[in-house]
T-cell receptor, first 109, second 114 residues
Framework: GQNIDQPTEMTATEGAIVQINCTYQTSGFNGLFWYQQHAGEAPTFLSYNVLDGLEEKGRFSSFLSRSKGYSYLLLKELQMKDSASYLCAVEDSNYQLIWGAGTKLIIKP | SQTIHQWPATLVQPVGSPLSLECTVEGTSNPNLYWYRQAAGRGLQLLFYSVGIGQISSEVPQNLSASRPQDRQFILSSKKLLLSDSGFYLC?????????????FGEGSRLTVL
């Protein structure tokens, strides 16, 4: 079966750095996405990785290792507004998205 | 620029009643359209997707149905709601083609079936 694993919940302090991990086992791989979802709202796109390595976009970076079936989302200089759920999704060989359950990130002052 | 709207935002329905959620996209042509459901603490579940007018693919057997009467309109329906249909429903679009790619979501519709 296809599976995406990510921690259920994480807590971090304002101004700090946090890394959210995602491991996947899918039928093929055509890219990995990270989305941010604030409570009660729709997800919004954060990043896309299809090749190994690090993609940096402002305070957010995303890393991919296809051989390990592993990705992480790195958030720097955390702000209170970063409190949200972060969803990892993999596009499989049929070009369908397989979604993780999401990681709820709690930022404390 | 492209926009996506879905409605209603919130609804409370009795078991056995019908359902109609509507989604429209503006500013793009021939998008791929999707209906997802999100249960609390769970990942997004793909219900239906469409690559063109009248072309609907169902991912999960259930009492829901979808229709795409126009290029940029996607409707989710049910004739008789079940308690298990409660959840957060999301419409989304992506650039037309064989892959999913980046998804753009509507505001979401929270359905409570009592």
């Amino acid at each position: 079966g296809q599976n995406i694993d990510q921690p259920t919940e994480m807590t971090a302090t304002e101004g700090a750095i946090v890394q959210i991990n995602c491991t996947y086992q899918t039928s093929g791989f055509n890219g990995l996405f990270w989305y941010q979802q604030h409570a009660g709202e729709a997800p919004t796109f954060l990043s896309y990785n299809v090749l190994d390595g690090l993609e940096e976009k402002g305070r957010f970076s995303s890393f991919l290792s296809r051989s390990k079936g592993y990705s992480y989302l790195l958030l720097k200089e955390l702000q209170m507004k970063d409190s949200a759920s972060y969803l990892c999704a993999v596009e499989d060989s049929n070009y369908q998205l397989i979604w993780g359950a999401g990681t709820k990130l709690i930022i404390k002052p | 620029s492209q926009t996506i709207h879905q409605w209603p935002a919130t609804l409370v329905q009795p078991v056995g009643s019908p359902l109609s959620l509507e989604c429209t996209v503006e500013g793009t042509s021939n998008p791929n359209l999707y209906w997802y459901r999100q249960a609390a603490g769970r990942g997004l579940q793909l219900l239906f997707y469409s690559v063109g007018i009248g072309q609907i693919s169902s991912e999960v057997p259930q009492n829901l149905s979808a229709s795409r009467p126009q290029d940029r309109q996607f409707i989710l329906s049910s004739k008789k709601l079940l308690l298990s249909d409660s959840g957060f429903y999301l419409c989304a679009w992506s650039v037309g083609g064989f892959d999913t790619g980046e998804l753009f979501f509507g505001e979401g519709s929270r359905l409570t079936v009592l």
